[in-house]
RNA sequence: GGGGAGAUGGCAGAGCGGUUGAAUGCGGCGGUCUUGAAAACCGUUAGGCGCCUUGCGGUGUCUCAAGAGUUCGAAUCUCUUUCUCCCCGCCA
């Protein structure tokens, strides 16, 4: 949510800005609901003003035994009543209309923000390690992880659906080991742990801005609850409604989570693989920093996301989003992308955003330095994952298999693995016919 | 799921339908005293929104879980919702 007050002072600015994310906004119902919704404020809280006046002096002649004028009195504020009660709701419907409109703005791009309409117009910032270079013909994880009997995507779409997978054996193992390993990075440079739980409501997700507008994203799972599309919604919303000590940010959360997402729209989109599912375990990393450093904290959050696949030895770049494909709610966007071989390609593994002040004015986080200022201010939020599970696994299966058909472990993983270096190929309890 | 009790400022805790945005205590901040500190004493100590103001600030309004209602006037009365606590049942 944007400040009306900025907009209203800035509209030019604000023009430009919705422009270069290539969506529309309604500059003139803007104007005309925020003038409107001042003229009414003005007018109700005259009128109100007149009638706390007036029941005062009704109150005193009660005290004073003057019954009859009072009795007067409360005829004429009767009629003062009617009129504020009338504008009164003349304003909240001005008020609603405006808000609408206003949580339907997404967040306003960093001037640093490279100009363009769509994901082909990012700008690559950075590139880290070694494209590998088979001796052999590299097999992409979907085929190979069945061959392993680590990744089952026919069980898995029997036992839940399409889009669905099940891992078995040392795919589960690296499941749990990818996580905790995550977590650990993200603890040794001062993120705090939570866990968090993956329901949740319509308030939250509004805090975060997954809601009013992306509804259709989310699985709704009974009339009032929702599954998390990821972490970020939960971390963000915990200091949803409170006041930080300023002198105490930057705070930094880490959690581990499934992820739920309906993937409508999507459909043919990276139908192969673990790539695109409905549930995948991630774990995020949430900031809340002051005004003043939150770009910094993006820039070491990307570190922190890279350090990750460093420590993995996975190639990777660093992509800085443009305009046209930065998220509602950011200001400023990082996309890791790791190195598939069966994409021949870097895919997204990361995405690493500074929000601004844009989430905390819709969830009400603030904090206050009085050392440093007077009053309390918005907080920027942060978020940023560290990293995606399941394309972790994918890159590690698709990177580091050798042409025997097994897959080896990186070493960062292998105190995670219980010891073992090497993933080879399971048995299966199915008969043969 | 059944029954009962609650929800007031950072915390604790008063509150008769009419100078109560809210007593009192604690905590916080500023000051007096002191070589310093403690104690004592004095003062101060919410937020949203609108308008005025270069700024300091001023002013109006709203907010005592949320929403609606009664009333000239509601923290106080009525209704609804949410949440918390206790007892019983069920249960990983």
Redesign the pocket.
């Known amino acids: 949510m944007l400040d009306?007050?900025f907009v209203r002072e800035n509209l030019d600015l604000v023009d430009k800005a919705i422009a270069s994310r290539n969506v529309t906004w309604d500059r003139e119902r803007f104007v005309e609901l925020d003038k409107k919704r001042?003229d009414l404020?003005?007018q109700?809280?005259?009128l109100?003003?007149k009638?706390?006046?007036?029941?005062?002096a009704?109150?005193t002649l009660?005290r004073e035994g003057k019954k009859e004028e009072a009795e007067a009195a409360?005829a004429d504020?009767?009629d003062l009543?009617n009129k504020i009660a009338s504008l009164d709701e003349e304003r909240a419907k001005v008020e609603e209309d405006l808000h609408n409109l206003m949580a339907a703005i997404p967040n306003i791009p960093d001037e640093s923000v490279p100009l363009g309409s769509d994901d082909s117009e990012n700008v690559e910032v950075r590139r880290w390690g070694q494209v590998p270079d088979f001796s052999f013909k590299p097999k992409a994880h979907w085929d190979l992880g069945p061959e392993l009997n680590i990744i089952d995507f026919e069980r898995g779409v029997k036992i839940a659906g399409s889009r669905f997978y099940l891992l078995g054996g040392m795919g589960a193992r690296l499941e749990r080991a990818l996580i905790n390993f995550f977590i650990d990075m993200h603890m040794k440079v001062g993120f705090k742990e939570w866990w968090p739980p993956v329901i949740t409501n319509a308030d939250t997700l509004y805090g975060t801005g997954q809601l009013p507008k992306f509804e259709e994203d989310l699985f709704h799972v009974a009339p009032d609850f929702y599954l998390i599309p990821t972490a970020e919604v939960m971390l963000t919303n915990i200091h949803r409604d409170e006041t930080l000590d300023g002198s105490k940010l930057p705070l930094l959360y880490t959690a581990f989570t499934p992820c739920f997402r309906e993937e409508a729209g999507s459909a043919g989109r990276d139908t192969r693989g673990i790539i695109r599912v409905h549930e995948f375990d991630k774990v995020e990393m949430v900031k809340f920093a002051t005004q003043e450093d939150s770009f910094n904290q993006l820039e070491s959050m990307v570190e922190e996301a890279e350090a990750c696949l460093q420590a993995l030895e996975l190639p990777y770049r660093v992509v800085s989003l443009c305009t046209g494909d930065i998220g509602f709610s950011a200001a400023k966007c990082y996309d890791l992308e790791v190195w598939l071989p069966s994409y021949n390609d870097y895919k997204e593994i990361s995405s690493c955003s500074n929000c601004t002040d844009f989430q905390a004015r819709r969830a009400n986080i603030?904090y206050?330095d009085p050392e440093k200022f007077?009053?309390?201010r918005y907080a920027h939020t942060l978020n940023g994952s560290g990293l995606a599970v399941g394309r972790a696994m994918a890159a590690i299966i698709e990177n580091y298999q050798n042409a025997d058909r097994t897959v080896t472990i990186p070493d960062a993983l292998v105190p995670y693995m219980g010891g073992v270096t090497k993933i080879e190929p399971e048995d299966s309890p199915v008969a043969k016919s």
């Open positions: 009306a007050k001042r404020i003005t109700v809280e005259q109100q003003a009638r706390n006046k007036e029941s005062d009704i109150g009660m409360k504020v009767s009543k603030r206050k007077k009053g309390t």
